[in-house]
């Protein structure tokens, strides 16, 4: 339960950007990951664009890279969660 309470009070004090330009994009996904975007969450997807606030989480067994705009990557090994900024 606190889990979710401190995920809502994050996204709601970020002040999601719907709007902005998409800062990376899922390359490579091995297992389950989701991805928390403003009061939804999606399941992650190679080839699906981060937008800034997201918040993304690999399961327990999962695997994910994100290749941003500025040419730099990001490895996400299991049982991670980031938030895009």
Do not use: C
Request: no cysteine; hydrophobic share 50%.
């Amino acid at each position: 339960m606190w889990r979710e309470l401190i995920l809502a009070a994050a996204m709601l004090a970020t002040g999601i950007a719907q709007g902005a330009d998409a800062p990376g994009t899922i390359t490579i996904l091995e297992g389950d990951a989701l991805v928390y975007r403003g009061a939804g969450r999606v399941h992650a997807a190679e080839g699906l664009r981060l937008a800034l606030g997201d918040i993304v989480e690999t399961a327990a067994s999962g695997f994910m890279q994100v290749e941003f705009d500025n040419k730099s990557v990001a490895q996400l090994g299991p049982a991670t969660r980031i938030m895009v900024n």
